[in-house]
């Protein structure tokens, strides 16, 4: 192949990569932009709005591999603010169910220990980045920052990974609970510009050793009074990271 061919072709990829043919995906983008609306503000039945959730990023990725395993890329849509600087935005079936299930999930969950989730976690990022590597190819030319386009996009499965394991380490939990015992010594709502926390605190109990703030339902702070002593369920959780909740 001569010089002016190769450049030529070069050319031809590059203005194609320059506009970065987004998936064609959309369905799936509004059917996991709805029911991450519905599992945040009212999730019933909760165990089904979890499972399909946490199922989108893993559909969404196999589904636009199916289309000739296309380039990483088409997964980030990249558009102009009006300085004129790049935005990416990541596939909303990723993102937004990522984002959605973290927040459900730190609303919902209480961790025993942050530690045990590293492994198994990471085990599910891990997997996470061979389906994406597996069902889609790596960028080769582009106008655009390669940096940018993976850092987004992993970022992204990164988190989706995380909170993932930690729900279905919860919400797939069958164990049955130790029950310890503890009073609260002092309680207090805390104010945000958006939100507000229903903070207990509790005397040492199991593995914890000092008193510590544990956040509980409107209704639990409403219904457990300074000196009562409540009921705290450890479980063990579905794949070992221990989780609390007050009865």
């Known amino acids: 192949m001569s010089k002016a061919s190769r450049d030529r072709r070069q050319q031809r990829s590059k203005v194609t990569f320059s506009k970065l043919t987004f998936h064609k995906l959309n369905w ?23 499972t399909v959730l946490l ?11 199916l289309t ?3 380039s990483i890329a088409s997964l980030v849509e990249i558009w102009k603010d009006k300085d004129g600087n790049d935005k990416y935005d990541v596939a909303d079936f990723i993102d937004i169910a990522a984002w959605a299930i973290l927040f ?13 989730l590293i492994i198994p976690g990471t085990i ?13 190819n790596h ?19 990164f988190l989706y990974s995380y909170a993932g394991t930690y729900g279905a380490n919860c919400v797939y939990d069958n164990s049955e609970p130790t029950v310890y015992q503890a009073e609260v010594v002092n309680k207090r709502i805390s104010r945000s510009r958006r939100s507000k926390s229903y903070i207990l605190e509790v005397t040492p109990w ?5 008193q510590e703030e544990i956040s509980v339902t409107s209704d639990q702070y409403n219904g457990i009074q300074t000196g009562q002593t409540i009921n705290i369920d450890l479980k063990k959780g579905l794949f070992n990271i221990p989780w609390f909740y007050v009865e």
């Open 28 to 50: 799936l983008e509004y059917l996991t932009i709805g029911l991450s609306v519905w599992f945040l503000f009212f999730p019933k039945p909760y165990e089904i709005l979890f």
């Open 55 to 65: 199922c989108m990023p893993i559909i969404g990725l196999i589904l636009n591999g």
């Open 68 to 70: 000739g395993r296309p």
């Open 104 to 116: 459900r999930v730190i609303i919902d969950y209480k961790f025993e220990s942050f530690y045990s």
């Open 124 to 136: 599910a990022f891990a997997i996470m980045l061979i389906i994406l590597f597996a069902t889609h």
């Open 139 to 157: 960028i080769i030319n582009t106008d655009k920052s390669k940096t940018w386009i993976y850092l987004s996009l992993i970022v992204n499965v």
């Open 206 to 210: 199991g593995h914890h050793y000092d």
